[in-house]
């Protein structure tokens, strides 16, 4: 089970607080120790660790939600404003109030700026440091935290913002694979169905032609319809469930005894050994939609199938001899186009002479994806 990401709202409010808990602990030994002093430490001391932690908090809410405007460098410098002299007003227990700076300029600055100005923010702070009473030492330490301070805060506004994005990201892969379901059951619906209730119309005006003269094949033409019409239904519901798979034999046969069944003259292929699945199912749902488009846009009274191996690839071609306009090969054969290009393969139909139409669908041997069987 994956994990639930957090909404937007949560990812922001939770930064604000951390940088909020984090700001009250560089201002904590210097509020404390002014507690015990002269008042007025204690209040400008209070009054600047409240004016920096809310102004903080705004400039985090604004990086995390990428709202980040020429005035949050107006806020910036308000807070460095108060920071830096604080350690030469009230004595150098305020030094760790100035690394607030820090991680202010690396989450409202560009890095190729909040980069130099973070390591001038360090030198400056140690300069503070030395003026204010601090040794050598202390010094050093603090100039070392400006970078751990910046990148701490880069890090939680990245991290932040890489789970917007991921929960994004989530929510757009699920709308694709709604959509690419939508287009897989309309084009295999469409392949479907178009072929099957074809033939059923086919069997049914034959049946209707032989009533009078042939009562004993019209009730085979009839049975033949029942069953037809059984498979289409059993086909609707491997379509629904996604397990359909085509056969390129059984597609074949059935492509020749529908055509042959129509008055259009055709011979069943034989198939070349060893055909990989991905070739079978690929080239059966050309046959299908290729012949479906004989019955419904042709003429035809001769239709050749040839299907062979070539080097690396396995050509199916499916010419008939009764085209009436170029453009009345289906709108199916886009879908094959999809499913062609899905396994590395492509497609060609046109005209290739007066009255004669093309189907060419060649797919690689080689799968596109490994780890398939087979076919037999």
Wanted: glycine share 10%; charged share 20%; proline share 4%.
């Amino acid at each position: 089970m994956q994990p639930r990401l957090p909404g937007e709202m949560t990812i922001v409010t939770f930064v604000v607080l951390l940088s909020t808990v984090a700001t009250c602990g560089l201002f904590s030994q210097g509020v404390i120790e002014a507690a015990g002093g002269e008042p007025w430490r204690f209040v400008v001391g209070t009054m600047a660790a409240l004016l920096v932690a809310s102004l903080q908090g705004r400039l985090m809410w604004q990086s995390a939600r990428r709202e980040i405007t020429p005035g949050s460098r107006v806020v910036l410098g308000v807070i460095a404003l108060v920071c830096f002299p604080l350690p030469l007003l009230l004595g150098v227990a305020w030094l760790s109030a100035m690394v607030a700076v820090s991680g202010m300029i690396a989450v409202t600055l560009p890095e190729r700026w909040s980069v130099p100005l973070v390591g001038g923010a360090a030198l400056l702070a140690s300069a503070v440091a030395m003026l204010a009473g601090a040794n050598g030492p202390q010094a050093v330490l603090l100039a070392l935290s400006f970078p751990v301070a910046g990148l701490s805060a880069y890090t939680t506004v990245w991290l932040s913002l890489a789970v917007k994005e991921l929960r994004d990201a989530r929510a757009e892969l699920a709308r694709r694979a709604v959509g690419e379901e939508r287009m897989r059951f309309a084009r295999d619906l469409h392949d479907v169905l178009g072929h099957s209730l074809q033939a059923v119309a086919l069997r049914a005006e034959l049946a209707e032609r032989l009533l009078t003269r042939d009562p004993e094949r019209v009730a085979k033409e009839l049975a033949e319809i029942q069953r037809m019409a059984r498979g289409a239904v059993q086909e609707v519901r491997d379509v629904v469930r996604g397990y359909r798979v085509t056969s390129l034999r059984t597609e074949l046969d059935g492509a020749t005894a529908v055509l042959r069944a129509a008055g259009i003259s055709c011979e069943t292929p034989p198939l070349p050994d060893r055909l990989p699945r991905h070739v079978h199912e690929t080239l059966g749902w050309v046959a299908r939609e290729a012949v479906t488009n004989v019955l419904r846009h042709s003429g035809a009274t001769r239709c050749s199938m040839t299907l062979r191996t070539d080097g690396a690839d396995a050509r199916l071609e499916i010419v008939n001899d009764g085209a009436r306009r170029s453009e009345g090969a289906g709108s199916g054969l886009a879908g094959l186009r999809e499913r062609l290009a899905a396994v590395g393969g492509r497609l060609q139909s046109g005209l290739i002479a007066d009255g004669t139409f093309q189907v060419l669908a060649t797919v690689p041997l080689a799968e596109a994806v490994a780890g398939q069987k087979e076919g037999r």
